[in-house]
């Protein structure tokens, strides 16, 4: 019950008709006993919709002048992508760890054409135009914390400028255990592993 608690729930009945009952029991020959109660938990697939939007646009009859009403902005220009489809390719990818292609299989077994590299691109630059406010937000918060700590570890990168498999580092950078609070956990993409990245990043930081 608790499991299930916070979900929509539909009441399904299960009745027999007077006619059923007067055939079993006879002519108002039964009374009705509390009702058997289980649930079950339905699970509906992914769901497309299209919202083709129509803009009006007015000219002026005296004057080189011409006006679109108001319309919502887009997440990107001239492209398909909305919030909730980016952030489901987002989640499918950085949380349940799902290859593009995978996803991209994922899309086609639905009738939905949208290629990896479509795909990458919008989780570029989403994340350069949305979430790097809120990443330089965590940055300038983290750098009011009493304690920060720091790492680094090698991870090999095939497009840097460099030649494919050269060693790159991956520094991370959180708030201590004791904030419990709003941990932050921020990771810094380097070439190498010198110290002046590290004095770079926590400018600022006592």
Not at 116 to 132: D, G, I, K
Not at 191 to 199: M, W
Request: charged share 25%.
């Amino acid at each position: 019950e608790q499991d299930l608690s916070g979900f929509p729930t539909t009441i399904v009945n299960h009745e027999l008709s007077e006619e059923n009952l007067t055939e079993l029991f006879g002519e108002n020959g039964w009374k009705r006993l509390p009702d058997q109660v289980y649930k079950k938990l339905e699970m509906h697939p992914a769901q497309y919709e299209v919202f083709e939007h129509h803009v009006a646009v007015y000219a002026s009859k005296t004057e080189d002048r011409i006006v679109k009403a108001p319309h919502p902005e887009e997440l990107l220009n001239n492209s398909i992508a909305t919030a909730s489809l980016v952030a489901a390719v987002m989640n499918a990818k950085y949380t349940n760890a799902m290859p593009l292609y995978r996803i991209e299989q994922e899309f086609e077994r639905s009738d939905v054409t949208i290629s990896r590299q479509v795909m990458a691109n919008w989780v570029n630059r989403c994340s350069e135009r949305y979430l790097s406010l809120l990443y330089d937000r965590l940055h300038q918060e983290l750098l009011k914390e009493h304690v920060v700590q720091a790492d680094e570890t090698s991870v090999k990168v095939s497009k840097d400028g460099r030649p494919a498999g050269s060693e790159s580092r991956m520094w991370v950078y959180r708030s201590s255990e004791y904030n419990t609070k709003a941990p932050i956990i921020l990771y810094d993409y380097q070439k190498t592993r010198s110290g002046d990245h590290a004095i770079q990043f926590l400018k600022g930081f006592t």
